[in-house]
């Protein structure tokens, strides 16, 4: 018979408790999130590999100044790599409740999707281009930043610098040269395309 011969329900050990600095799970998140390898994230951050190791199996907890070099290596603040705990509970966002620009001249229209991402580096917006418009040569982005366009409607003109490329429907395009860009509808029909902007490497 399990238990004690009174009934009295056997001693269990105290819940485990977070330690709030142990950041070693978050470090993990982020680095894998960025395809980075410990020794690619030692190289970026000044950290050994060893040490980075060791925080990420929660053995060590790092110093202020290794937390920062960690943070700013995975393009986060500290605060954000402390804080992040892996959730992200459930937001919604209603069409009416978007932060939308309308230009009153071209009608191109830019909605915001996911403001929660910004904190993390990323923007992701739509865009909705009528036929003939343009939204105009934007000056080139920060070094490190990388954009994806997605066109889920009509035909794209994306220009690059001198380069121009046409995009269909389904059609998708990475790009990273620190160039100008202008996003354009040459079509007969209305363009829309959502576009990733990542900022996570950004200098």
Same mark, same amino acid.
């Given at each position: 018979?399990?238990?004690?011969?009174?009934?009295?329900?056997?001693?269990?050990?105290?819940?485990?408790?977070?330690?709030?600095?142990?950041?070693?799970?978050?470090?993990?998140?982020?680095?894998? =999130? *960025? /395809?980075?390898? &410990?020794?690619? $994230?030692?190289?970026?951050? %000044?950290?050994? @590999?060893?040490?980075?190791?060791?925080?990420?199996?929660?053995?060590?907890?790092?110093?202020?100044?290794?937390?920062?070099?960690?943070?700013? =290596? *995975? /393009?986060?603040? &500290?605060?954000? $790599?402390?804080?992040?705990? %892996?959730?992200? @509970?459930?937001?919604?966002?209603?069409?009416?409740?978007?932060?939308?620009?309308?230009?009153?001249?071209?009608?191109?229209?830019?909605?915001?999707?996911?403001?929660?991402? &910004?904190?993390?580096?990323?923007?992701?917006?739509?865009?909705?281009?009528?036929?003939?418009?343009?939204?105009?040569?934007?000056?080139?982005?920060?070094?490190?930043?990388?954009?994806?366009?997605?066109?889920?409607?009509?035909?794209?003109? &994306?220009?690059?610098?001198?380069?121009?490329?046409?995009?269909?429907?389904?059609?998708?395009?990475?790009?990273?040269?620190?160039?100008?860009?202008?996003?354009?509808?040459?079509?007969?029909?209305?363009?829309?395309?959502?576009?990733?902007?990542?900022?996570?490497?950004?200098?």
């Amino acid at each position: 018979m399990r238990g004690s011969s009174r009934g009295t329900p056997a001693p269990r050990d105290p819940p485990a408790h977070r330690d709030p600095t142990d950041i070693g799970a978050n470090v993990r998140r982020r680095r894998l =999130a *960025l /395809g980075l390898t &410990l020794d690619q $994230l030692a190289a970026q951050s %000044g950290v050994s @590999p060893t040490m980075l190791s060791e925080v990420e199996r929660s053995v060590k907890n790092p110093t202020v100044r290794l937390a920062w070099q960690i943070a700013r =290596a *995975l /393009g986060c603040s &500290l605060t954000d $790599l402390l804080e992040d705990d %892996g959730q992200l @509970p459930p937001h919604v966002i209603r069409a009416t409740e978007r932060r939308s620009l309308v230009d009153p001249d071209s009608a191109v229209e830019r909605h915001a999707l996911s403001p929660e991402f &910004l904190r993390r580096g990323l923007e992701l917006v739509a865009y909705h281009l009528p036929p003939g418009s343009t939204a105009g040569e934007m000056a080139p982005n920060r070094a490190g930043v990388v954009e994806h366009a997605y066109v889920t409607s009509g035909r794209l003109t &994306l220009v690059l610098g001198a380069d121009v490329h046409t995009l269909a429907r389904g059609d998708g395009i990475t790009y990273g040269p620190q160039t100008t860009v202008e996003y354009r509808n040459d079509g007969r029909s209305a363009c829309d395309f959502v576009l990733l902007s990542d900022s996570t490497r950004a200098l």
